[in-house]
């Protein structure tokens, strides 16, 4: 019998959880969560922004108490991961850590760091596949695609395993290690309290997620057709949850093709969504190979990209945009609909994104940098990889003379103005801040300028 700390992190959840059936299967159990501080050498995860900090906070509740119903328990700490670890297993007398392999660098890092040093601890750190369909070192010896659809062919060609059940027993340790109280690490916002439109739009945990994915199989057989219209809820609503592990892709891929399955001739509804899940992996892969995907271009001849000079109208555009005031009605409605419910649609996503690099000539990295903060689903891999896809300058991206036309979206996507009705409501609306005909004309000068060459 061996004691094991499982340190979860972003796998907040009890069901297909490798970390946490291998340890349970070995003997007891020590469930930790880590509010992780950089170490001496600076490296740790990019920190949360604000709603997923909200976000987080529910899910640990929620996790907390899933463990507590089964006679476990979660343990909070605070610190490096490097010092934290070997104190709680010190205490608790622990000889293994389990943990599921994250691809995000500076966690990445960390962990690289405490599989060479735990052994000098009397500690055996095993980690595990959790939060991918198929990690990046088995795609191609190793060398990422470059190009989404021959990636997708791939792994739409693969095999996947079934997601594993949940540890049918949580054994406790002869002595539980001390825990903070989440209370205290404050990571829901308190003056001003912003996060009631959050609260009143999503519920954080597993089951939750549970939850969440059974209304969507009631409509999944429309989500090919669908899944671009933001005025339906048509997509599956996952990523916050997906984005913190409380449902692992696997089990999303699983349940879909199950509940499809009686009806074969809706295979294109499992290959639609399970392409979405795959724009996930590739992202995740492009971060893996080029870990300063949120800060660096990734064609490098977009660092030559003429943006707008950073001055006092660069700004005023920008919190124009981020605020929901450019007077152009889908933008608007999109950033009203992240700012109450910490969530946007894709199509809407895009389209701003396009709006705020193109239109505009702001740098993607501001862009980037607000949905970090705003979204409830904001990931170290999806985020900037949606940002280069719009800007031009990622991975298999949009071409740069595609510059999304708001209004030609909105009536197409939004056919009957549902959704900006529903997020503008009776606001005053101020004139547009810019001229889209124009500014489109000046972004194309602007990518000539720059000279393609990447
Ligand atoms: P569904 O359509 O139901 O898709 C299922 C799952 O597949 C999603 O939950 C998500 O995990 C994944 N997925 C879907 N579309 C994409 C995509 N284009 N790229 C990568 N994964 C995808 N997604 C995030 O999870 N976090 C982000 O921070 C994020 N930032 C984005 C920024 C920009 C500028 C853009 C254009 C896209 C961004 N996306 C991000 C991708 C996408 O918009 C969201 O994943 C999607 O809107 C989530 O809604 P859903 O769960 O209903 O999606």
Redesign the pocket.
């Given at each position: 019998m061996t004691t094991a700390l499982v340190w979860l992190r972003d796998d907040l959840r009890l069901a297909d959880n490798p970390a946490l059936l291998a340890a349970a299967q070995a003997g007891p159990v020590v469930p930790v969560y880590i509010l992780e501080e950089p170490d001496g050498d600076g490296q740790g995860p990019r920190p949360l922004g604000g709603a997923a900090r909200w976000w987080l906070h529910g899910s640990l509740a929620a996790l907390g108490e899933a463990l507590a119903a089964r006679g476990s328990r979660l343990i909070l700490a605070r610190g490096p991961a490097a010092e934290v670890i070997p104190r709680l297993a010190a205490a608790c007398g622990a000889q293994a850590v389990h943990w599921n392999r994250r691809l995000e660098p500076g966690g990445q890092a960390v962990d690289r760091h405490l599989k060479a040093s735990l052994p000098a601890h009397g500690l055996a750190a095993v980690s595990h596949r959790a939060n991918l369909l198929i990690e990046p070192w088995r795609v191609r010896d190793g060398q990422p695609y470059k190009v989404f659809t021959p990636f997708w062919r791939w792994l739409a060609s693969q095999e996947l395993a079934d997601p594993l059940p949940a540890p049918a027993r949580l054994e406790a340790p002869a002595e539980w290690p001390p825990s903070e109280a989440l209370d205290a690490w404050a990571l829901r916002p308190t003056a001003p309290d912003w996060a009631g439109g959050l609260r009143a739009t999503w519920t954080p945990g597993e089951a939750a997620a549970a939850d969440r994915l059974g209304t969507f199989l009631d409509t999944v057989a429309g989500y090919p057709e669908q899944?671009d219209r933001p005025d339906l809820a048509a997509?599956?609503?996952?990523?916050p949850h997906?984005?913190f592990g409380e449902i692992s892709p696997r089990q999303a891929d699983h349940a879909v093709r199950l509940a499809l399955g009686a009806q074969p001739e809706r295979a294109d509804a499992l290959a639609a969504?399970r392409r979405?899940?795959a724009?996930?992996e590739f992202?995740c892969h492009q971060l893996h190979a080029f870990p300063a995907l949120a800060s660096q271009p990734l064609k490098p001849a977009f660092a030559r990209f003429p943006w707008r000079p950073d001055d006092d109208h660069a700004r005023a555009l920008f919190s124009a945009w981020s605020r929901g005031r450019t007077g152009i009605d889908l933008i608007d409605a999109g950033m009203a609909e992240l700012w109450h419910s910490g969530w946007m649609?894709?199509r809407v996503?895009?389209v701003a994104?396009s709006l705020l690099t193109k239109n505009l000539r702001l740098p993607w990295q501001w862009g980037e940098a607000w949905?970090w903060d705003t979204?409830v689903?904001?990931?170290p891999a999806?985020?900037p990889?949606?940002?280069q896809?719009?800007a031009g300058c990622g991975a298999d991206a949009a071409p740069f003379f595609r510059v999304f036309n708001p209004e030609t979206q909105a009536s197409r996507f939004d056919p009957t103005a549902t959704y900006r009705r529903h997020w503008l409501g009776n606001r005053q609306r101020p004139p547009p801040i810019v001229n889209l005909k124009t500014s489109r004309a000046e972004a194309l000068a602007a990518y000539k300028d720059m000279g393609e060459g990447a």
């Open positions: 899944r997509t599956s609503r996952l990523s997906l984005r969504f979405q899940l724009w996930r992202s649609h894709n996503r895009m994104a949905f979204l689903d904001a990931d999806n985020n990889a949606g940002w896809w719009v």
